[in-house]
């Protein structure tokens, strides 16, 4: 008798412990490193964003994090690797607009940008800003306008490449105005940014952090911001959407994503702590020195969006004809 209310002595005993021990990511139950992929060159916008985040997100889940950038071909085969990683929260990756624009661009994806990704959240998003050569005689999008439908395709325009989010806000502000320009792709934005300082190309998006330190200085002009609320970096610069396009809307993001099977309470956790610390001061300054805003949306409103977006871009790719193969 005694045995056997020692036995279920000892069995509530175990499943009070287990329930006690919260479900925590194969990560924080182990030293176990959590490769955080970036389809990125190290330098880039995604990369310093991955660094930012990546260092307090590996304390809240108490796990090293090693940031493994694998850039080129837009970020595909990079982010072919973290579809094929372990599900287990041992593998995260930070990707930018470019991983929903790409299935619009290339013809054959080794992978479903969709179906093969777990969303978790939109880290950060930032604005763009049109800016011009103060050679260029317009001081705003309504005299641009004016400008370039009078010499249709006179204009040129710089952008970080084919089917890049700067070359897909060009085309998004053609196609609102009803204007043509003429598209000089760049591999990245410093030659770009150096060839509209020199006044070699006359208009091009750029971020606003980079672009704030020619505005200001004179050395380009601001025609306007991307989205549809200014920047805090130039908030007199008026939204283009308030300068005759009322539908034009265009913004950077990077997201955390994994692959997809991921347990729910691996991904609800990695939201949670990720949202905590975009929470705090500290990486909200980090963010703003980049340009970037915390966002911080729910894995739901994330795949949402991925979903929205690549509807959006598909579009603009179809009417601008580009295509990378």
Not at 71 to 87: E, Y
Not at 133 to 161: F, N, R, W
């Amino acid at each position: 008798m005694n045995h056997a209310s020692n036995t279920r002595r000892a069995v509530l005993a175990i499943v009070a412990l287990a329930l006690a021990t919260p479900f925590l990511p194969a990560a924080a139950q182990t030293d176990k490193p959590v490769r955080m992929i970036v389809p990125n060159a190290p330098g880039s916008s995604v990369d310093a964003l991955a660094r930012t985040v990546g260092n307090p997100l590996s304390k809240a889940i108490g796990s090293p994090i090693v940031i493994e950038n694998l850039p080129g071909a837009g970020g595909v085969p990079g982010t072919g690797q973290l579809v094929r990683a372990p599900k287990d929260g041992t593998a995260l990756g930070m990707v930018s607009n470019n991983h929903v624009v790409n299935p619009s661009l290339y013809k054959s994806m080794p992978f479903d940008s969709i179906k093969d990704i777990t969303p978790i959240t939109i880290v950060a998003g930032s604005p763009f800003v049109l800016v011009a050569h103060p050679s260029v005689p317009a001081k705003d999008l309504k005299e641009l306008i004016a400008l370039a439908k009078a010499k249709p395709d006179d204009l040129t325009y710089g952008s970080s490449g084919n089917g890049t989010i700067l070359h897909l806000a060009a085309e998004a502000l053609q196609h609102e105005a009803g204007i043509k320009l003429k598209h000089i792709p760049y591999k990245g934005t410093g030659q770009m940014t150096t060839d509209l300082l020199g006044g070699q190309i006359q208009l091009g998006f750029l971020g606003v952090t980079g672009a704030a330190q020619h505005i200001k200085s004179g050395k380009l002009k601001a025609i306007g911001v991307s989205t549809t609320t200014p920047s805090s970096i130039l908030p007199n610069v008026l939204p283009l959407s308030q300068q005759g396009v009322p539908n034009y809307s265009m913004q950077g993001w990077i997201a955390l994503i994994g692959p997809a099977g991921m347990p729910p309470a691996t991904v609800s956790k990695l939201y949670s702590d990720t949202k905590a610390l975009l929470a705090t001061k500290e990486v909200q300054d980090s963010l703003a020195a980049q340009g970037f805003s915390a966002v911080g949306s729910t894995p739901d409103v994330t795949a949402g969006l991925f979903q929205s977006e690549m509807v959006k871009y598909a579009t603009l790719v179809k009417q601008s004809g580009m295509a990378i193969d």
